[in-house]
Structures are given as C-alpha cells and as structure tokens.
C-alpha cells in the first residue's frame, strides 16, 4: 500500500486535531493528583477535547472502551481506565485521539504522579529522549527502517529496550495507516519505503527495563513486558515539510 502524501491543507487539518491532543494532554497533566481515579481522569480528558471541538477517536475504537488510554506502571500502552486511584509514585501513561473534521490526532506522554523513584524518572526521560532524538532525525530521503535504527539505539544507549511486536504509524483520513515504524530494526535499515515530504506519521518509542516481550493482560488490552517491571510511552504526530519533521500535535 503507498503511503499517503498530504497537501499543505491537509497538513493544517491534521494539525488542529493534533494541538487539541496536546492541550489536553497538558491538562491533564495539570490536573492529576493522588487519589484520582483513572475513569476521572478519562472523563477529564473526553470532556476537555469534546469542549474544543474535537471527537475522541479511540472511544470505540477496534472496541476499546474509553477516550484516553491511561496506562500505570507496569502497563506500557492500551490502559483501559478503571476505579483505580493513581498513588503519590505512580507513573501514568496517558495516550489520546481526536478525529477533526475527518482527520486524526494522536499524542502520548508518560507523567509521573507526584515525586517517583529515580530509575522512574530515568525511564521517563528514555521515551521522551529518545522521540525527540528521532524528530530531530528526520530528514526527506532517509528509510523508515533507519528512523527504527535511531530509536533503537536511542533507548538501547540508556540501558533500556524497545516493546516488541508494538509501533508508531502513518496517520491522516484513518487513526492507523502505512507505514508501520517499529522501535527496533528488523533486517536491513538500508531497505524499505523512503521518507518523504507530506507524509505524516506517528512516532511511539515504548520503552521496557529488562524484557520487550509484550504480555497482554486479561482485559485484552493492557500491554506489560513480561519482566513485570515499569514501562514508559511517548508519542507525537509528525509531518515532513521542507525536508524536515514538523510536529502536530504541540499544544
């Protein structure tokens, strides 16, 4: 399947919806506390996006349940919210979608709760760290498998490992759509679809401790590593304009 190439007003309709994802992703890290409990926190977030014009894209989504993905601690991606109440050193994983006007934003942040651990923090930093080196990397002409290669070693180089199995994506009419970007090389980075310009694409590295194999949980959603331990996920939405990436979903 060919990866789509957006016109520039494309490009502004998926950035509105993404800013929308970065807003609320804002407040919402803002606003959790200690003792909120992660259906609060879903609502929270629903109602902020709904207020700013936008729909929540993942409510119903391949069946999943909620608008706002709010993965704890050992849950690296796809938390589906609960009656459970975040805790002073929790991390929180909070993954959004809007659909705008036909087009899709998605944006990810992994927060703590309060004051964490130091090896929390440093997992934090590692997803956030290693999706700003893989913007910054962007440029039209390189392989996708070679962005995969800059993830990689982004997270490898902090002691960390990718989540296997699980990827960032293409973005714009559809939620999910080519390419597929793993944080990991598989095979030659010198081989597979080039970058180009007016592509528009999510970046997800996802990072585990010891393990990337992934365990889903029994609500078929939750994604863990089976060493049991923290995981992190951050996420942005990225076109390439001018030979370089422009991230969407800024608040």
Same mark, same amino acid.
């Given at each position: 399947?060919?990866?789509?190439?957006?016109?520039?007003?494309?490009?502004?309709?998926?950035?509105?919806?993404?800013?929308?994802?970065?807003?609320?992703?804002?407040?919402?890290?803002?606003?959790?506390?200690?003792?909120?409990?992660?259906?609060?926190?879903?609502?929270?977030?629903?109602?902020?996006?709904?207020?700013?014009?936008?729909?929540?894209?993942?409510?119903?989504? @391949?069946?999943?349940?909620?608008?706002?993905?709010?993965?704890?601690?050992?849950?690296?991606?796809?938390?589906?919210?609960?009656? @459970?109440?975040?805790?002073?050193?929790?991390?929180?994983?909070?993954?959004?979608?809007?659909?705008? +006007?036909?087009?899709?934003?998605?944006?990810?942040? =992994?927060?703590?709760?309060?004051?964490?651990?130091?090896?929390?923090?440093?997992?934090?930093?590692?997803?956030?760290?290693?999706?700003?080196?893989?913007?910054?990397?962007?440029?039209?002409?390189?392989?996708?498998?070679?962005?995969?290669?800059?993830? +990689?070693?982004?997270?490898?180089?902090?002691?960390?490992?990718?989540?296997?199995? @699980?990827?960032?994506?293409?973005?714009? =009419?559809? *939620?999910?759509?080519? *390419?597929?970007?793993?944080?990991?090389?598989?095979?030659?980075?010198?081989?597979?679809?080039?970058?180009?310009?007016?592509?528009?694409?999510?970046?997800? *590295?996802?990072?585990?401790?010891?393990?990337?194999?992934?365990?889903?949980?029994?609500?078929?959603?939750?994604?863990?590593?089976?060493?049991?331990?923290?995981?992190?996920? @951050?996420?942005?939405?990225?076109?390439?304009?001018?030979?370089?990436?422009?991230?969407? =979903?800024? *608040?």
């Amino acid at each position: 399947m060919a990866i789509a190439l957006r016109k520039p007003e494309e490009i502004d309709k998926l950035r509105r919806a993404g800013a929308i994802v970065g807003q609320t992703l804002e407040y919402l890290r803002g606003v959790v506390k200690p003792g909120m409990s992660l259906k609060e926190i879903d609502a929270l977030g629903e109602a902020f996006l709904c207020k700013l014009g936008a729909e929540p894209s993942f409510k119903g989504l @391949y069946g999943f349940p909620a608008a706002v993905c709010t993965s704890v601690n050992e849950v690296i991606i796809h938390g589906v919210p609960t009656d @459970y109440k975040v805790q002073e050193g929790d991390i929180l994983g909070l993954d959004i979608g809007t659909k705008l +006007e036909g087009y899709y934003g998605d944006a990810a942040i =992994t927060m703590p709760v309060g004051k964490v651990s130091a090896e929390d923090e440093r997992l934090i930093a590692c997803s956030k760290e290693a999706l700003d080196e893989a913007i910054d990397a962007i440029r039209q002409g390189m392989r996708f498998k070679e962005l995969s290669a800059v993830l +990689e070693e982004a997270i490898t180089s902090r002691g960390f490992v990718p989540l296997r199995n @699980y990827c960032g994506h293409g973005i714009g =009419t559809k *939620p999910h759509d080519e *390419p597929n970007i793993l944080n990991y090389v598989e095979g030659s980075p010198k081989q597979g679809p080039k970058i180009k310009n007016g592509m528009v694409f999510c970046l997800e *590295p996802m990072v585990c401790q010891r393990s990337g194999e992934p365990v889903v949980l029994e609500d078929e959603w939750s994604v863990v590593s089976e060493d049991g331990l923290h995981g992190s996920h @951050y996420e942005h939405e990225i076109a390439v304009v001018g030979g370089k990436a422009v991230i969407l =979903t800024l *608040p």
